[in-house]
């Protein structure tokens, strides 16, 4: 059984990351049609000719129908997020340990996974990947120039909120009707790209890897869907995305995986092993981590929100089987008029809600002891070019620095994606990024206070770029709109 290390807590003389530099370097030196190459396993997330950085006039490229069934496949704003990320990851593992069998390396190499939510120390991309150079003076294969100058820098990457685990405390796996971010993400078809991106791939995952890749008009490989895998580090990203999923599912025994066929074997995947046979999975098939077909471990698989033992007592849900109740439909109350443009500052958008007078009404009626939710989505996120996470406010009391009121924030926007995600095409509908967000309890908070309006909602948006150059891109949000369920 292959053990995932944390990078960060390596021994002393381990070699994990020097046989992967080895293994990555063979894999670079092998050309894109060889489906065990460097560039290959990178184009499975996705590729575009045009913009491939690696692009030679040379390059042989697989036949159009090999393109079309291996390439561009990654599965994002989807419930097929975490199984297909974890398909690709487990071969990709085969492949590196592999090659570093061949090159007289141990047969167990296993990937290790970058866990930045340890503290901001944690937070700094591992030294291994920072320098152009080995020891001996050859090229690092671990290295990628094009990233943001912090990364390579060393510095601690972003703040608290990038590295946030609140995904952990989503109840459920799929996303809820009104938008409400489960776990996993929401129910679409193969290669949607057009939904709500689930928990944890908002947060840390489409943080982290825009805080990694940067901005900038030639922003690092990290920030696109097309150039991610071809840094090293994407893999160790992923590995701990990877590895916080079967921490959700730990952590509370009515944390549940989706039961619905179209989840489980609705849609077959396809990748190539180490020796170039094809292999299928679906999700089914990757719902647990430590037994066959996949067979690894993570080192670490605590819960990393744990609280005292008695607190727990009483909140201990029943293990008996959660059964996906049956959701209310979600009814709007309230959008912004038009499509705006957000601005490189602080950008304001005013929503009038009225009072539901369709399902969500009857539902209330129907059932009064519910907690009716209130869920904010924002839709239709586009652009051109790049663009940082933005920190989302609900009426801020001081417009000009919402900030200044930590507890008027209702998440962050991780804008991963953000381009490709924008323009329409085979690959992509081009509706842009969604977000949702359960703001049920700060509403709650403003019901109570004595200037609640509900027909003056203000969202406030806040670039939270920090280390980024301004892009000079435009940024359009289709709509902000509020559902009560
Ligand atoms: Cu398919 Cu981190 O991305």
Not at 16 to 41: F, G, N
Not at 84 to 99: G, P, T
Not at 171 to 199: K, M, Q, S, Y
Not at 220 to 248: C, K, Q, Y
Request: aromatic share 10%; glycine share 8%.
């Amino acid at each position: 059984m292959r053990i995932r290390k944390n990078v960060w807590k390596l021994p002393a003389g381990d070699e994990t990351l020097s046989w992967y530099e080895k293994a990555v370097a063979a894999m670079k030196a092998k050309p894109i049609a060889d489906p065990t190459s460097w560039r290959y396993q990178a184009a499975i997330h996705e590729y575009n000719r045009s913009s491939d950085p690696l692009r030679q006039s040379s390059d042989v490229l697989p036949s159009t129908i090999e393109q079309r069934q291996f390439w561009t496949q990654c599965q994002h704003g989807s419930w097929f997020f975490l199984s297909w990320h974890r398909m690709y990851l487990f071969h990709f593992e085969q492949i590196v340990a592999d090659n570093v069998a061949k090159l007289g390396g141990p047969a167990d190499w296993s990937l290790p996974y970058w866990n930045y939510s340890e503290g901001p120390a944690f937070r700094a991309l591992p030294p291994a990947f920072r320098d152009p150079n080995l020891a001996g003076g050859n090229p690092n294969a671990l290295y990628v120039k094009e990233r943001a100058a912090t990364a390579n820098a060393g510095s601690a990457l972003g703040d608290d909120s990038d590295v946030s685990l609140d995904c952990l405390t989503a109840p459920d796996f799929e996303n809820l009707p009104g938008g409400v971010p489960g776990f996993g993400g929401p129910r679409t078809l193969f290669h949607h790209n057009a939904g709500i991106a689930g928990a944890v791939e908002d947060v840390p995952h489409g943080t982290m890897h825009v805080r990694v890749g940067g901005l900038g008009t030639h922003p690092g490989w990290m920030s696109s869907f097309n150039t991610a895998a071809l840094d090293p580090i994407f893999w160790l990203h992923h590995a701990n995305i990877d590895r916080l999923w079967e921490v959700w599912i730990r952590r509370d025994p009515s944390h549940q995986n989706s039961t619905s066929k179209q989840w489980l074997k609705g849609v077959t995947f396809q990748f190539h092993d180490q020796n170039g046979n094809v292999v299928s999975m679906k999700s089914e098939d990757v719902r647990t981590i430590n037994a066959a077909p996949l067979s690894y471990t993570y080192e670490e698989l605590a819960d990393p929100l744990a609280v005292a033992p008695q607190a727990l007592a009483t909140v201990q849900p029943q293990p008996s089987a959660r059964a996906m109740p049956e959701q209310p439909i979600p009814e709007l109350i309230g959008a912004s008029r038009t499509e705006f443009d957000l601005e490189p500052t602080t950008t304001h958008a005013l929503v009038e809600v009225r009072p539901p007078t369709g399902p969500a009404r009857l539902s209330a009626l129907a059932a009064p002891a519910r907690k009716q939710k209130w869920v904010l989505n924002i839709e239709n996120v586009t652009s051109d070019g790049h663009a940082p996470s933005y920190d989302v406010y609900v009426n801020a009391p001081d417009a000009s620095n919402p900030q200044a009121h930590p507890e008027h924030r209702v998440g962050r926007m991780a804008m991963f994606g953000l381009t490709e995600s924008s323009r329409p095409g085979l690959d992509h509908p081009g509706s842009g990024l969604h977000y949702g967000f359960d703001i049920t309890k700060l509403i709650d908070r403003l019901k109570a206070a004595p200037a609640w309006d509900p027909a003056k909602l203000r969202i406030s948006f806040v670039p939270v770029g920090g280390e980024t150059e301004a892009t000079g891109a435009r940024i359009k949000i289709g709509r902000v709109s509020i559902y009560a369920q």
